[in-house]
């Protein structure tokens, strides 16, 4: 029996997204851009990396004419005429919202149609009841930052006063989110769990996506650096996803990184974690050994999403490419016959653009397998399609939404 594995790529937009205007992104290109850095120095690192772009294995798979599909332009360097070894297309989101709930919600067959609430870019960012009932309920000292940021910046800023005062970190971003970070000993790491149940059931009459734990570790500004202890508290999605379905056929559903906490804990049979790309990558390869017939596993790259487009690191984002490139092969050469591998994004984060957050752009959908014929999918108009795809190849109930794209 036929199995499906699907990658998301944090992050990896391709630009071109119709309503980009909308979101103060029109002209964002995660791809674009960092290709271009690289063809003009600005990707260049000493010691990590130099020269062009360099992603020869998902060009084969149809990169960058996916890229051009989207965007109007081949990113510099792609080749117009690759060999191709897949299946490409290039996939609009209808979901509100450029967060990573909408995007992997929607790619599971299940748009935001709804608005999220979102927290003012004001300082304080919460509302005072808010602010004062978290207190309260906690037993805190108080909370620190109650603004927007970038999570590694405000531990960098607050995290001296934070583990002297007890008071923990709180800020957002321009997702629907509520983030704390505290010190896994010095706060404790069930503590910061606990406080963000408390949060979670305090937001959810607001309608915020997610509340995220962000513990770390370190003494000092210098030495602080998150742990692999992250963990997600999200609304669950309104409808069964592509993993609820797998899971009511009696499928085993394999969700490496983020994945499980992204749909609420409903759909997965096997929860792996990972922290970073590298521990992401061998436990992906270890799992799809084990992965059984008829099974789907779903992994999310987070490295370039979280350590790279939000620090808008442009060398940082071109090295994790490559450096997932030369992993391509090795999980291709895991695929047994009726096998299929699709590769996604969930939005964009154009390491170029102002400010810290997301970008709206459209994704690239790169399918392969042993049965696959190379070819185009064109430009699909939901995320949904991605679902409705392995959704028709597992041989599982259809979604509500989407069309497959083979």
């Known amino acids: 029996m036929a199995r499906a594995f699907l990658f998301v790529l944090d992050s990896f937009g391709i630009g071109g997204a119709p309503d980009a205007k909308t979101y103060g992104d029109s002209g964002s290109n ?81 748009p935001v149609m709804k608005d999220w609430h979102y927290f003012p870019d004001t300082v304080p960012t919460f509302p005072q009841e808010l602010t004062e009932e978290v207190i309260r309920r906690a037993g805190l000292p108080g909370i620190l930052g109650n603004r927007h940021a970038s999570g590694t ?10 583990v002297r005062t007890g008071k923990p970190i709180c800020y957002t971003s321009s997702d629907s989110v509520f983030q704390i970070a505290a010190h896994e000993t010095h706060f404790g790491l069930d503590r910061l769990y ?37 963990r997600d508290f999200s609304v669950m999605p309104p409808s069964p996803t592509l993993l609820d379905r797998a899971n009511g056929a009696g499928r085993a559903v394999f969700a490496i990184g983020k994945i499980s906490d992204i749909y609420a804990h409903s759909g997965p049979t096997r929860v792996i974690k990972a922290n970073g790309n590298a521990a992401l990558c061998e436990a992906t390869l270890a799992a799809m050994d084990e992965l059984p017939d008829g099974g789907f596993l779903m992994t999310n790259f987070v490295d370039f999403d979280q350590l790279f487009g939000h620090r808008r690191d442009v060398p940082g984002y071109a090295d994790a490419l490559e450096k997932f490139d030369r992993m391509l092969p090795a999980f291709r050469r895991k695929l047994r016959d009726g096998d299929l591998l699709v590769l996604t994004a969930d939005h964009g984060n154009d390491p170029t653009w102002h400010g810290t957050d997301h970008t709206r752009e459209q994704v690239p959908v790169l399918i392969c397998g042993p049965q696959i014929a190379p070819g185009s999918g064109g430009r699909r108009d939901t995320f949904a399609d991605i679902g409705a795809t392995i959704a028709r190849h597992l041989d599982l109930p259809a979604g509500r939404t989407g069309t497959s794209i083979l």
């Open 194 to 230: 606990d406080l963000c149940e408390t949060v979670f059931e305090l937001t959810a009459p607001m309608n915020i996506g997610r509340v995220i734990a962000r513990p770390f570790a370190g003494e000092t500004a210098s030495t602080f650096e998150r742990t692999g202890n992250r």
């Open 153 to 162: 910046v405000i531990i960098a800023e607050l995290g001296e006063e934070h």
């Open 30 to 110: 995660t791809l674009g851009h960092i290709a271009q850095g690289c063809a003009d120095g600005r990707g260049d690192r000493q010691g990590l990396r130099q020269g062009p772009l360099r992603l020869p294995h998902l060009e084969a798979l149809g990169l960058g004419l996916a890229a051009r599909s989207a965007s109007g332009e081949l990113p510099e360097g792609f080749a117009a005429d690759p060999a191709l070894e897949g299946v490409w297309a290039n996939a609009c989101e209808v979901s509100k919202g450029k967060d990573t709930p909408s995007g992997h919600w929607e790619i599971a067959g299940v």
